[in-house]
């Protein structure tokens, strides 16, 4: 047994495995070992159980096995769609749309093409994290290759309106990537009724392994155009080369099917925890939450608390809760959220913000104790502060 730990509550950042997702990996490492590439036995098999995964993935998003690319997560499916529609379509054009509010796997491929030639829009969000779909329209241009809008972001939560984007990029015949690594298994998503062309998939986030995604590109109406970023085999149709990893794939599949078995009980169930949070830490003067009240992921809480510093905050709350203050990959950076600046937020109360981020592990009890310990140490940083504000004063 592992010592006493604090409360996982940063399951933006990734997520234990599902037992049940390790038991449908485990063969894959042993007996099941073929190269899903070779021609014999075990190549086959292998190449079963990988196909069977890929049906499994296509089915939860809407779309056909033959439309899914594994990659080795996100980053790499974003990389993959961004700089490959980009490189494919120079002909129409060099310009993209993006959102100020992206993750850094989408928006530093779109900075490396800046750099290469390409024009890049960058839209702002409103202040509850949505963006203007008009802005969006305005800044269609003739041009223009490829817009890409996340499905929910990753430090508030806040879920974009996918259909109503898809609508606005299909009329103007312009491809619509999505980043769908903190959505897929936890909100409802369809490529087909939301006209997305391509969309960015993770398992590490939804209780299954590290170092396994996917990218969805459409091959029928439009079919997409993409080149490969990864030359040196022919697999997943030449677009993404390398030897295939099976256990991580069926431990994939087998996550997915398990977030959408569970996705509204368990969106229910995270809401009410969350809830539950909020609703304690309210007690609270000069607290914010940051992002869209409803339209954002269910166990995500996104909070600014003023007066205070969130480094001191997420200190002093270490023994009793693992959380993050933003995203954990610039957790070590010193420049406030790009995020929650992106809202309009003021420095100060981006940097005092804490992002809580409630899984399929965690209980009610555990919510009490969080909050408990939240509104303790709030409290305490505040008076000391405010101590020293007179000490200083006198
Ligand atoms: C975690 C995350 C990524 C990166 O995914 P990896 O599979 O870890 O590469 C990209 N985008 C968003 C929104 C994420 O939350």
Redesign the pocket.
């Known amino acids: 047994m592992l010592a006493h730990r604090p409360i996982y509550l940063d399951c933006?950042?990734?997520t234990p495995l599902d037992p049940l997702v390790l038991e449908a990996m485990l063969p894959y490492f042993t007996e099941q070992f073929g190269n899903p590439a070779s021609a014999h036995q075990y190549g086959w098999e292998a190449e079963a159980a990988l196909e069977q995964a890929r049906r499994s993935i296509a089915s939860a998003i809407q779309a056909e096995s033959a439309e899914i690319l594994f990659t080795?997560?996100?980053?790499?499916?974003?990389n993959l769609a961004i700089k490959g529609v980009a490189e494919a379509y120079l002909a129409k054009g060099r310009h993209l749309i993006t959102v100020a509010t992206?993750?850094?796997?989408?928006l530093d491929p779109c900075r490396y093409l800046q750099t290469m030639g390409f024009e890049v829009t960058i839209l702002p969000v409103q202040p509850d994290g949505l963006i203007d779909l008009d802005q969006l329209t305005a800044a269609l241009r003739p041009d223009t290759v490829l817009v890409s809008v996340?499905?929910?972001?990753?430090e508030m939560g806040v879920i974009q309106p996918l259909a109503a984007i898809g609508k606005i990029c299909r009329s103007a015949d312009v491809l619509l990537h999505t980043?769908?690594?903190?959505?897929i298994g936890k909100i409802p998503l369809d490529v087909k009724a939301m006209q997305i062309d391509l969309m960015?998939l993770?398992?590490?986030?939804l209780y299954g392994p590290?170092?396994?995604?996917a990218l969805y590109v459409r091959r029928r109406s439009p079919r997409v155009q993409l080149a490969a970023q990864l030359h040196g085999g022919a697999q997943e149709r030449g677009l993404r080369a390398g030897t295939l990893y099976p256990p991580q794939i069926v431990g994939f599949a087998k996550a997915v099917e398990l977030g959408l078995a569970n996705l509204e009980t368990e969106a229910a169930r995270t809401i009410a925890l969350r809830d539950q949070l909020w609703q304690r830490l309210q007690v609270l003067d000069g607290v914010h939450l940051n992002g869209h009240p409803s339209q954002r992921l269910p166990g995500n809480l996104n909070v600014s608390f003023e007066g205070i510093s969130g480094q001191a905050l997420l200190l002093g709350l270490q023994p009793v809760v693992a959380v993050s203050s933003g995203?954990?990959?610039s957790s070590t950076r010193t420049q406030p959220s790009h995020v929650l600046t992106a809202l309009g937020r003021a420095p100060e109360l981006a940097y005092a913000s804490i992002r809580f981020g409630i899984g399929r592990l965690n209980t009610a009890a555990e919510l009490e104790q969080v909050a408990t310990a939240t509104l303790d140490t709030v409290r305490a940083l505040r008076t000391a502060n405010l101590a020293s504000d007179l000490t200083s004063a006198r």
């Not at 080795?72 to 974003?78: D, F, R």
């Not at 996340?150 to 990753?154: G, I, Q, R, Y």
């Not at 993770?202 to 986030?205: F, I, L, N, R, W």
Request: some cysteine; hydrophobic content about 40%; glycine content about 8%.
């Open positions: 933006h950042a990734t080795s997560g996100a980053t790499e499916a974003n992206e993750h850094s796997a989408v996340m499905a929910a972001n990753n980043d769908a690594a903190q959505a960015s993770t398992a590490h986030k590290k170092g396994i995604g995203s954990a990959c």
